[in-house]
C-alpha cells in the first residue's frame, strides 16, 4: 500500500486523527490547515490523493479543487471533500469543481480508507 496524502482542514483535532490512521495504514501523510496553504503544499510535493476540507479561511476547498484540477501539472491528482455540508447541491458542487468523492463528515474511518484505496488502486 502506502503512497503520499494530503490532508487539508482547518480542524486540527481532525488531521491529527486522520493523519494517524492513515499513517497506520502505510500511508506518508503531510497536512496543511487552511486554503491557501494546502493549494501551495500540493504544488510543492505533489500528492497521490488530497483529503480536503470546503470551508476553510483564506480560500475554501471549492477554490482550491477547480485551481489544481483547471492546472495541466495537478488535474490527475485524485480529490476526496470532506465537509459538514451534506446537501445534494454541496456534492454537485463538489463534482463540477472535479472531486473525485464527497464525504459528509462525520465520518467513518474505515469507509475513508476503503475510498482512498479504491482510488489509489
Known sequence: MG?????VD???????TITFRLEAAGYEVSS???????????????P??????????KMDGYQVCRMLKFDENYKNIPIIMLTVRGQ?????TGVDVGANDYITKPFDSKDLLTRIQRILA
Do not use: F, R, T, W
Open 3 to 7: 503512497g503520499k496524502i494530503l490532508v
Open 48 to 57: 497521490d490523493l488530497i483529503l480536503l476540507d470546503v470551508m476553510m479561511p
Open 88 to 92: 445534494e447541491q454541496d456534492k454537485n
Open 10 to 16: 482547518d480542524d486540527k483535532d481532525l488531521v491529527e
Open 32 to 46: 496543511a490547515y487552511d486554503g491557501q496553504e494546502g493549494l501551495e503544499k500540493a504544488m510543492d510535493i505533489k
